[in-house]
């Protein structure tokens, strides 16, 4: 089974903190990803990444940078969070090759103050 | 327009129903449809896969893929309690190697008792 962990389930921080989440798949998978979740919008894309220190922005990238210095492990990392930043977080990875679908964590919620 | 369009719900049924679920999409070159289930606080999960147009079944479930109709269906014989869930569509094209799958909002289902 494709196992995709997240560092934390839940998560309170204060606007203007560095937060790091941490995204960890076991499974050598190629792609990772970082989505958000807001009722009413649905999973909308921050960032992806198709290889070691590669990346790509997805749609909603502004107040977020990634790192992926490794292959299982891909982070996203908001330089100073905002109220507006509070969100359910999902990671993803998935094999690499066309077609092939994305395995999700469990998620984290994230709540700024 | 998004790409993908899903009715939010909520969509409310008594158990034994039969469910359906339906999302249209515009872009042509899509190839690879998927239904995830999402728990309440939880990560979506997988629960069926598709490729091209047809039918799959899988237990209580079929996927339908029309692409002339640019329409998929997910459908839900027997509905359980447990079936309680947020469903989401997703699609990806045949030449995307990055894996950028294309979601739509999630419907939200109950089956009563």
């Known amino acids: 089974d494709v196992k995709v962990t997240q560092s934390s389930r839940y998560l309170v921080k204060r606007t203007g903190e560095k937060v790091f989440l941490e995204c960890v798949q076991d499974?050598?998978?190629?792609?990772m990803f970082w989505y958000r979740q807001d009722p009413g919008l649905g999973l909308r894309l921050i960032y992806f990444s198709y290889d070691v220190k590669m990346k790509e922005k997805g749609d909603i990238p502004e107040g977020y940078s990634v790192s992926r210095e490794k292959k299982e492990r891909f982070s996203l990392i908001l330089e100073s969070a905002s109220t507006n930043q509070t969100s359910m977080y999902l990671c993803?990875?998935?094999?690499?090759?066309?077609?092939?679908?994305?395995?999700f964590g469990p998620g984290t919620r994230l709540t700024v103050l | 327009q998004k790409e993908v369009e899903q009715d939010p719900g909520p969509l409310s049924v008594p158990e034994g129903a039969i469910v359906s679920l339906n999302c249209t999409y515009s872009?042509?070159?899509?190839?690879?449809f998927m239904w995830y289930r999402q728990y309440s606080r939880k990560g979506p999960e997988l629960l069926m896969y598709t490729y091209s147009s047809g039918n799959k079944e899988d237990g209580r479930f079929t996927a339908q893929v029309d692409k002339s109709s640019k329409y998929i269906s997910l459908f839900i014989r027997d509905s359980q309690p447990s079936d309680s869930a947020t469903y989401l569509c997703a699609m990806s094209d045949r030449g995307s190697t990055l894996g950028r799958l294309y979601f739509g909002r999630g419907t939200q289902l109950t089956v009563w008792p």
């Open positions: 499974m050598d998978h190629e792609n």
């Open positions: 872009n042509s070159a899509f190839q690879y």
């Open positions: 993803a990875s998935r094999p690499g090759q066309a077609g092939d679908t994305q395995y």
